[in-house]
């Protein structure tokens, strides 16, 4: 099933023209509309009809979160504020926050692009969606609900947290979608399991998971536990929010709605465009959206891109999973590590739990990480000579990963603090400045 078949599996070359028209209408408003365009474009030597084919977008300057941040917080908005009718913010844990305004029109196509990833996880206007993102400034919640107000599914807006509840909710309303955070579907399942419930006692048959990273091997071990299909979604607030890419059933690749958001991969150091099949840095562009379009939007998220048709019959572009972003990076040693790195190693391991925290320090002047994993109770064991080999075998599995030797304490179950949100998975205690 597909959801609009129209723009889903649309024909190549109309597809490109379509992208140019739109491409062509949104930097010409984002011109006269935003005065930080205007002057970026300006200071580029870059005139709106300077776009002639999609390729000439490599004119146009970047867009990057500090510009959003500076604009901070309706710098960006390319409407009369009365036009805006919801809007959204990153939390800012990293610095000071970004905000994303809706026009009615950009909910609308927001609930578009979302009906066409429910549809990809096998949803119709019969089911039931357990929506466990949080709802508030968080796209999540609001993002999914849109979604399954589209589509006519039934969304339960549970929002995260209150796994009792959560339970509870799956079981009585027989809930046959469940939409959340990767570590809280993880979460979920090992409360399910905990509370004595059985997969027979589950409608569940399908995960809509995003908003952080994680690996295939967790969504192995979250299918196992769920005994559902888990699909990757990605988006993010500064475009829209959830449902930019969606996986679909071939889980090969991310579908991104490129009729509303045009992607290219860049170098991140050289900047330069980069071909299909080349990993580098995702850059988006709004075709369609009115209330805050952005153009050529750094998302530092690493990832690749794929223009060939789908065995699913979709036309759009997909990319890769996305194994990290440059700020998820840490330097050890030296050494670029990437989290996922270590999540697809230590749960390559029989035994291990994806709860893991990575701990890294500067005791003196030398980088040390030590990554704490929880075992299940059956590997764990008080026995210490057969737990030193355990450890290191997975701290031999990660060498292989990672070219570094890091220390590992197997922990017990439930000592890691388990997140309703995003998962914490990295602690950094060098205090250094980025
Ligand atoms: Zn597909």
């Not at 597909?2 to 984002?30: A, C, F």
């Not at 009809?49 to 999609?54: H, R, S």
């Not at 993102?133 to 609900?145: A, E, K, R, V």
């Not at 509370?195 to 006692?201: E, L, Q």
């Amino acid at each position: 099933m597909i959801y609009n078949e129209k723009y889903e599996s649309m024909d190549l070359n109309e597809k490109k023209e379509l992208q140019l028209r739109r491409l062509k209408k949104m930097v010409k408003t984002v011109y006269e509309k935003v005065p930080f365009y205007k002057k970026k474009f300006d200071a580029a030597g870059f005139k709106p009809e300077d776009l002639e084919t999609l390729k000439d977008i490599e004119k146009i300057p970047f867009t990057t979160k500090t510009d959003l941040r500076e604009a901070y917080p309706f710098g960006m908005f390319a409407v009369d504020e009365d036009e805006i009718i919801e809007i959204h913010s990153t939390s800012g844990t990293t610095g000071k926050p970004t905000v994303a305004g809706y026009t009615k029109k950009d909910i609308k196509i927001w609930g578009e692009i979302i009906a066409r990833g429910i549809v990809m996880a096998g949803g119709t206007k019969k089911d039931i969606i357990q929506n466990a993102y949080g709802y508030g400034l968080f796209t999540g919640g609001m993002g999914i609900h849109h979604g399954g107000y589209k589509l006519g599914a039934n969304v339960v807006p549970m929002s995260a947290g209150n796994t009792k509840r959560q339970l509870e909710i799956m079981v009585d309303f027989q809930s046959t979608i469940l939409s959340c955070t990767p570590s809280y579907a993880m979460y979920l399942a090992e409360s399910i399991e905990k509370a004595g419930i059985k997969k027979s006692d589950l409608a569940l048959k399908s995960g809509i998971f995003g908003a952080e990273m994680w690996t295939e091997e967790m969504r192995d071990k979250i299918e196992d536990k769920l005994g559902i299909t888990a699909l990757n979604i990605y988006g993010l607030t500064e475009l829209t929010g959830p449902g930019v890419a969606m996986e679909c059933m071939a889980k090969s690749g991310l579908h991104i709605s490129d009729d509303h958001f045009y992607p290219e991969i860049i170098d991140p150091k050289t900047k330069k465009p980069l071909d299909d099949g080349q990993e580098g840095e995702l850059v988006l562009t709004t075709l369609t959206k009115e209330g805050m379009p952005i153009i050529r939007f750094r998302t530092k998220d690493l990832t690749s891109i794929n223009h060939e048709k789908c065995e699913c019959g979709r036309t759009t572009a997909r990319i890769s999973r996305l194994n990290g972003r440059t700020d998820d990076m840490i330097k050890i040693r030296g050494v670029i590590v990437f989290p996922s790195q270590i999540e697809a190693a230590l749960l390559k391991i029989d035994g291990l739990t994806p709860n893991y925290q990575i701990i890294v320090s500067r005791p003196e002047s030398l980088d040390e990480v030590e990554i704490l994993v929880e075992a299940t109770a059956t590997l764990f064991s008080d026995e210490m000579k057969k737990m030193e080999e355990i450890e290191n075998k997975i701290a031999n599995e990660i060498k292989k990963e990672i070219g570094l030797r890091v220390k590992i304490r197997i922990v017990e179950s439930e000592s890691i603090p388990r997140s309703e949100g995003k998962a914490v998975r990295v602690i950094d205690n060098r205090h250094l400045t980025k």
